[in-house]
């Protein structure tokens, strides 16, 4: 069995889900609504506070789907709890960004601003000039906004100037050496 699909997902108070006849799951909870189609071999049993996911056979496509399609529902059923959140740090002089209406104002080293919109579902905080917090319940739109944010000024070696995430860690490389 797949290690991750077999695991049941446990449903939190608060959220409801229901599965349509193609398969398609659609969770409801405190911060919004969600929806995702599951592929066709993979039954998704609901039975009071949890989720059980089951494959026809025991093929290797079967159990990659099995363990993806487990991971796509718990997913939706955290969002629609906690959400989700990827915290981006900008190091460089002069390196800054501003929340203006809902768009995000990069001033990261080109002759203009980069401007970022809001898209439905993911919306931007700005504690700092040099950090920037992209939050949403959809865990895809969250990770996609963050690297389109994070690929305006990626961090180059030598300085580590550009956009990162908190937790990246930049591998410095050492200048040219003069004779």
Do not use: C
Request: aromatic fraction near 4%; glycine fraction near 12%.
């Amino acid at each position: 069995m797949s290690r991750i699909g077999k695991l049941p997902v446990q449903l939190p108070g608060g959220v409801t889900i229901s599965v349509n006849d193609d398969n398609v799951v659609d969770v409801k909870g405190p911060k919004g609504q969600l929806s995702q189609k599951i592929h066709k071999d993979i039954r998704v049993v609901v039975e009071g506070n949890t989720v059980l996911l089951e494959r026809p056979s025991e093929s290797k496509p079967h159990k990659s789907l099995h363990g993806l399609s487990r991971s796509l529902v718990n997913n939706m059923v955290e969002g629609v709890t906690k959400g989700f959140e990827k915290t981006l740090e900008i190091n460089g002089v002069g390196y800054r960004a501003q929340k203006q209406g809902n768009k995000l104002v990069l001033t990261v080293g080109y002759s203009h601003p980069v401007e970022i919109s809001e898209e439905d579902g993911v919306e931007f905080e700005v504690p700092a000039p040099n950090k920037i917090i992209v939050k949403g319940i959809d865990k895809q739109k969250v990770g996609a906004m963050a690297a389109k944010i994070r690929g305006t000024r990626e961090p180059e070696p030598y300085k580590g100037k550009g956009i990162k995430y908190d937790y990246e860690k930049i591998l410095r490389k050492e200048g040219k050496t003069g004779n």
